[in-house]
């Protein structure tokens, strides 16, 4: 009997997971956040913030970039809606990369759109103009402005990526909670959360290894420096404190010539 190529299809399909409000992933754990330096028969020591791991509660994996689209689609629709309905706004973060193309190709079914604030997971510290590099200036070509969104939380332009990431920060508290929603801990709670990921493992602009991932008990938004110009991005715990976490990869590209999927 003929083996049937289960890696070849696993390696040519889609990747979307997703996290639902109430799971643990990147949660930090209470009793042992103490982050200030403590004295024991004087001898110092620091306690440690412990991050639980908590799988998605789903993954699908769907034979193609057009099914993961009109997924894509489809979570955006019902959780907009359902947000208006429940509390008369929605709130919405995405990233750049795969994710902009998919969302591209969507037409609003509903008048959603005038009752949305959007703000950015990560974006890069330059002009939000530069329609090579600033994921705000690409959105707006590729969906926004045809959508009519108005209400967007913009950067504020510069290569400086602490002040970036402050300035974001204060504008995101600066909303009221009507239109972003606060948790018991006083973390943003987004709607929805569309994040992008690597073969490297990075999502959003937090990539392993680095210090930046490992924030997760206080800010919201962190500087990324892994590359020149920096970045900004949400904070592991503020993505996983979305009402809905979607991550996916999905299409071709110059840096993944096999679809996204397949680099994964």
């Given at each position: 009997m003929a083996?049937?190529p289960v890696?070849?299809?696993m390696m040519?399909?889609?990747?979307l997971?997703i996290w639902?409000?109430g799971t ?5 754990q ?6 200030r330096?403590t ?8 306690s440690t913030?412990?991050l639980?791991?908590a ?9 193609t970039e057009?099914?993961v689209?009109d997924?894509?689609?489809q ?8 947000a208006?309905?429940a ?6 973060a995405?990233?750049g990369?795969s994710?902009?193309k ?8 509903s008048?959603?759109?005038e009752?949305?604030?959007?703000a ?6 330059v ?11 690409q959105a ?5 402005d ?6 967007i939380v913009?950067?504020?332009?510069t ?7 402050s300035?974001y920060e ?6 009221p ?10 973390f943003?709670?987004?709607d ?7 073969d490297d ?6 990539y ?10 206080g800010?919201w938004?962190v500087p990324?420096f892994m590359k020149?110009p ?9 993505m996983?404190?979305?009402r ?11 840096k993944?010539?096999n679809g996204k999927a397949?680099?994964m």
């Amino acid at each position: 009997m003929a083996r049937r190529p289960v890696v070849q299809i696993m390696m040519s399909s889609i990747f979307l997971g997703i996290w639902s409000v109430g799971t643990n992933a990147f949660v930090a754990q209470r009793p042992i956040a103490s982050a200030r330096p403590t004295t024991t028969g004087g001898a110092s020591s620091i306690s440690t913030i412990k991050l639980e791991a908590a799988p998605a509660k789903k993954v699908h994996i769907l034979p193609t970039e057009a099914d993961v689209t009109d997924a894509v689609h489809q979570i955006v629709e019902t959780s907009a809606k359902s947000a208006i309905a429940a509390r008369g706004h929605f709130s919405l973060a995405i990233p750049g990369g795969s994710v902009l193309k998919v969302l591209s190709t969507l037409d609003p079914e509903s008048d959603w759109v005038e009752k949305t604030t959007l703000a950015f997971v990560n974006h890069k510290c330059v002009p939000v103009d530069d329609v090579g590099s600033a994921i705000e200036a690409q959105a707006r070509e590729k969906f926004l402005d045809r959508w009519g969104l108005a209400d967007i939380v913009s950067l504020g332009g510069t290569d400086d990526g602490t002040n970036e990431a402050s300035e974001y920060e204060a504008k995101l508290r600066d909303l009221p909670e009507s239109k972003l929603a606060r948790d018991a801990d006083g973390f943003p709670v987004f709607d929805l959360a569309l994040v992008g990921v690597g073969d490297d493992g990075h999502i959003g602009s937090l990539y392993p290894n680095r210090g930046e991932i490992d924030v997760v008990d206080g800010p919201w938004i962190v500087p990324a420096f892994m590359k020149d110009p920096p970045s900004i991005s949400l904070t592991l715990p503020v993505m996983q404190r979305a009402r809905s976490t979607v991550i996916s990869a999905a299409g071709k590209s110059p840096k993944y010539p096999n679809g996204k999927a397949s680099a994964m």
